[in-house]
């Protein structure tokens, strides 16, 4: 794996301090070529504790969790508790572009390490934080798992899911409000980055995690004091969005008007090649149809055969006569398909990344997009615990080897 | 207000509906000047979908666009016509920035592809944002954030384990400005180091998709597929949304270590059944998770939302509750505090409250401006930033192209 020395941010350092709440933000940076340094306490960073883990074998330095969001970073280990560790990392700040923290608001001011401080030791250096509730104001104490911030930050799209008869529900697995923490936190630190290079000025990003999930437009109830209560329809008949399919389910739904084209017209005439839509629905007006005008017994005679239809192809055969008929509709993709997707394949999205320590080579998604100049890419594969310790001790801060032993004896490294 | 950050920097935004607007929306809030490209005859989907102000239809009564075109100027040309097309050039020769969300392919067929953009402005960064990218088979596939989520992998894990996927809405929709934002700044940090522009060709599929990477690493190494699990986590239990007092309320409540239980059961006054050794530990908790949240439930049911979340989070357990838009912005102290909704004056529908951008800066926060009339700008942009004289204007507006 070689350094990306063409990356939109290959000039810049940035010292990592978050855990799973910004390491996202960090991960980034690295792909688009900054230097990311990812300072762990001495042990290791807790989210290297949170599964799912390689081959199961529960062990910090197997983490899938940790491997996905620490790539292009390297890693040491300090503790900026200790006066000797505060000193030492005082002096990478020195030479830091940007310092990124998610530790509860007042920890950092604790340690002489707030925005006033690091701003005299590097005029130029941009601290961001990102925590669930941001720097100020009543309820920045509070705790923010990830249910938590859906329901503080996210409760009105959660409401707007399926399943009104059960509680609202997040998205599964990992954290995904840390997600929009991390990359959110990513824009603030560009936006600052063009403020300092104009001016030469650093300042604080704070980043809340509440407001960064707080997508979901609040217009109606703005301008028509409405709120819409969950499982409401605004149409009478009840039509399927999700389709069950011979190997799973994909999203599409009948449509009239202007819309059919994409919709109804080309699927239909699909089926009827394939024998599988009768007179009724063949020779159906697709301009006059609306699901405010219809009733449900016309709703359910096409889904009827719909239904048929579908249950005779797959996901995969299904997206492809999507492109071929020029049909919107997609598949409920699980990780399999993704991994089997021609479009991201022919994207070059699969990146193939080296885990020698464990004799192996992992596939990671790649990069959201093609720059044409500056390619994000993952330069390499997440940091052990204090892999690059000697190389920045030793080398780059110049501490020498006996100093760096009498470090780790203390515990400091 | 001082200057913002991103002032001097010329965006012509030709992207429309969701995505797009919202990533433009970020380098307008914090000062760029952006031109939202706009056409009677093609009016953006948030000019015509409702809700609308008092439920009266009209370009620039909408909610959703007035939230998501703050600070942006509008124009309206015709760009079907050659004559549309030429002036959108001088826009490019103008602009630092294009930007489009387009289904792949579609600015290059408006003879707006990055090679023509190059030759009028060398230094040019051009952002599209299309659902696949601009190559691949499956490149000029339209769609809306539903479509994307579903084959980005989210609904798949989005729901009840018992039920067909969940309905996520359009989620990805707010994964995919992010990424156009962030890619978008750093192009305009390296331009300013190098002088060289380019083209960014995001695939809001492939943004969205690295939101699952822990799973999708999963099953490249342990070939586990990931599918939904409700409001499980391996990690902690209690951990879901329990039922309060009142008609749909909810509160989340999650607990994660022994000190959070232990915390928990004290806010209870620990009731014998805390004391049972099935709910002892993490993993006996897991164990007996109904069971578990049976009594949460009977917990919480007779206790306001607001009541379980302060009392847990006094005692430190996290908690939060599910709140709808009213309660969003009227009911939440804390961004009242930050002052997340700032109220605007809008000439066709009165006082409104956008929301700014969720960082912010210390030294230069954003700056929320309405957002434009349906071309509102047009004499202003053609004459003092295009600067085309009254008879090119007037020629225009007579061939139709400036409407």
Redesign the interface.
């Known amino acids: 794996m070689t350094e990306n020395e063409d990356g939109?941010?290959s000039?810049y350092r940035v010292l990592d301090l978050t855990d799973e709440k910004g390491l996202f933000c960090g991960k980034?940076l690295g792909d688009?070529g900054a230097d990311v340094i990812k300072i762990e306490k001495p042990g290791g960073d807790s989210a290297r504790n949170?599964?799912?883990y390689?081959?199961?074998e529960v062990d910090p330095e197997k983490s899938?969790?940790w491997?996905?969001?620490n790539t292009s970073k390297r890693g040491i280990t300090l503790d900026i508790e200790k006066p000797e560790g505060l000193e030492i990392f005082k002096k990478l700040v020195k030479t830091a572009d940007f310092v990124l923290e998610s530790f509860p608001p007042g920890y950092m001011d604790k340690l002489g390490l707030g925005?006033s401080d690091l701003e005299k030791l590097n005029p130029g250096v941009i601290m961001v934080s990102i925590t669930p509730?941001?720097?100020?104001?009543?309820?920045?104490d509070?705790?923010?798992?990830?249910?938590?911030?859906?329901?503080?930050g996210a409760?009105?799209?959660?409401?707007?899911?399926?399943?009104?008869d059960?509680?609202?529900?997040?998205?599964?697995?990992?954290p995904?409000t840390y997600?929009?923490g991390g990359?959110?936190?990513?824009?603030?630190a560009?936006?600052?980055?063009?403020?300092r290079?104009?001016t030469g000025?650093g300042?604080?990003?704070?980043?809340?995690i509440?407001?960064?999930?707080?997508?979901?437009?609040?217009?109606?109830?703005?301008?028509?004091?409405?709120?819409?209560?969950?499982g409401a329809t605004l149409i009478p008949v009840r039509v399927t969005?999700?389709w069950?399919c011979k190997d799973g389910?994909?999203?599409w739904r009948y449509t009239g008007g202007p819309m059919a084209k994409?919709h109804s017209i080309p699927l239909v005439n699909w089926m009827v090649e394939e024998g599988m839509a009768d007179d009724w629905l063949k020779n159906f007006d697709w301009e006059k149809f609306s699901h405010y005008k219809t009733t449900q017994e016309i709703i359910d005679r096409m889904e009827e055969q719909t239904v048929n239809f579908f249950m005779t192809h797959t996901k995969a055969e299904l997206?492809a006569g999507?492109?071929k008929y020029r049909i919107?509709?997609?598949?409920?993709?699980?990780?399999?398909?993704?991994?089997e997707s021609?479009?991201?394949a022919?994207?070059g999205?699969w990146t193939d990344v080296e885990h020698p320590e464990l004799g192996t080579t992992?596939?990671?998604?790649?990069?959201?997009?093609?720059?044409?100049?500056?390619p994000?890419v993952i330069s390499r594969r997440a940091p052990l615990i204090g892999e690059h310790n000697q190389e920045i001790y030793e080398k780059e801060l110049g501490i020498s080897g006996e100093s760096l032993q009498k470090l780790t004896q203390d515990g400091i490294i | 207000m001082g200057k913002l950050?991103?002032e001097g920097i010329k965006v012509a935004d030709f992207t429309w509906v969701w995505t797009g607007p919202t990533t433009t929306k970020?380098l307008a809030d914090?000062g760029a000047t952006v031109v939202k490209i706009e056409s009677d005859k093609r009016l953006d989907v948030w000019r015509i979908q409702p809700?609308?102000?008092?439920?009266v239809p009209g370009p620039d009564r909408?909610?959703?666009f007035?939230?998501?075109n703050t600070g942006k100027l509008s124009v309206t040309i015709d760009l079907s016509q050659p004559k549309g097309k030429e002036l959108a050039k001088k826009f490019v020769a103008w602009a630092d920035i294009v930007t489009d969300n387009y289904a792949g392919g579609a600015m290059e067929r408006m003879g707006l592809g990055?090679e023509a953009l190059k030759e009028i402005k060398p230094d040019i960064i051009m952002m599209s944002s299309a659902l696949?990218?601009?190559?691949?088979?499956?490149?000029d596939?339209?769609?809306y954030g539903?479509?994307?989520s579903?084959?980005?992998?989210?609904?798949?894990?989005?729901?009840?384990p018992d039920?067909?996927?969940?309905?996520?809405?359009f989620?990805t929709?707010?994964?995919a400005p992010?990424?156009n934002?962030?890619?978008i700044?750093?192009?305009?940090?390296?331009r300013?180091?190098t002088g060289?522009?380019?083209?960014?060709?995001?695939?809001q599929?492939?943004?969205s998709?690295?939101?699952?990477?822990?799973?999708?690493?999963?099953?490249?190494?342990?070939k586990?597929?990931?599918?939904?699990?409700?409001?499980?986590?391996?990690?902690?239990a209690p951990?879901?949304?329990?039922?309060c007092q009142g008609e749909?309320r909810?509160?989340?409540i999650?607990v994660?270590t022994d000190e959070e239980w232990q915390s928990f059961c004290d806010v209870l006054r620990n009731p014998a059944w805390t004391k049972d050794p099935k709910f002892a530990t993490l993993k006996s908790r897991k164990e007996n998770e109904d069971e578990l949240n049976k009594m949460v439930d009977e917990w919480t049911s007779n206790q306001s939302d607001e009541d379980v979340m302060v009392t847990l989070?006094s005692a430190?357990?996290?908690?939060?509750?599910?709140?709808?838009?009213?309660?969003?912005?009227e009911n939440?102290?804390?961004?009242k505090?930050?002052n997340?909704?700032q109220e605007r004056e809008h000439p066709e529908?009165g006082k409104?409250?956008p929301?700014r951008?969720?960082?912010?800066?210390?030294?230069?926060p954003c700056e929320i401006k309405r957002a434009p009339l349906i071309g509102e700008h047009n004499e202003y942009v053609f004459k003092e930033l295009l600067c085309l004289t009254d008879e090119e204007i007037e020629e225009l507006i007579i061939d139709g192209i400036i409407q």
């Not at chain 1, 560009?190 to 403020?195: D, P, R, T």
């Open positions: 939109m941010l000039p980034l688009m949170i599964g799912p390689y081959h199961d899938l969790y491997f996905a969001l925005y509730f941001g720097q100020t104001g009543p309820r920045k509070f705790k923010g798992p990830d249910l938590v911030m859906w329901a503080l409760g009105p799209f959660m409401r707007s899911f399926d399943s009104p059960r509680p609202p529900f997040r998205i599964s697995h990992h995904q997600m929009h990359a959110e936190a990513v824009v603030g560009m936006v600052a980055l063009y403020h290079g104009t000025e300042q604080h990003v704070d980043v809340s509440q407001e960064c999930v707080n997508w979901h437009p609040t217009g109606d109830w703005d301008l028509n004091k409405r709120v819409q209560k969950r969005h999700i069950p389910y994909v999203m994409r997206m999507a492109i919107m509709l997609y598949p409920i993709s699980s990780t399999v398909d993704l991994f021609p479009q991201l022919a994207r999205f992992i596939r990671y998604p790649g990069s959201w997009g093609k720059n044409s100049e500056t994000a | 950050p991103l970020v914090f809700p609308f102000k008092d439920d909408g909610a959703i007035n939230s998501i990055y696949m990218g601009q190559t691949g088979p499956w490149h596939s339209p769609g539903d479509q994307l579903a084959i980005s992998g989210l609904h798949e894990i989005s729901g009840w039920r067909i996927p969940g309905e996520i809405g989620y929709d707010f994964i992010r990424f934002a962030l890619t700044l750093a192009a305009l940090d390296y300013r180091r060289k522009g380019q083209y960014l060709d995001i695939a599929h492939q943004g998709v690295h939101f699952i990477a822990p799973i999708l690493l999963d099953y490249a190494v342990n586990r597929v990931a599918t939904r699990q409700g409001n499980l986590d391996d990690y902690a951990h879901g949304c329990y039922r749909d909810w509160c989340a999650v994660r989070q430190g357990v996290p908690a939060g509750r599910v709140g709808n838009t009213e309660d969003q912005m939440d102290p804390h961004l505090f930050r997340f909704y529908i409104y409250r929301p951008q969720p960082c912010v800066l210390s030294k230069t």
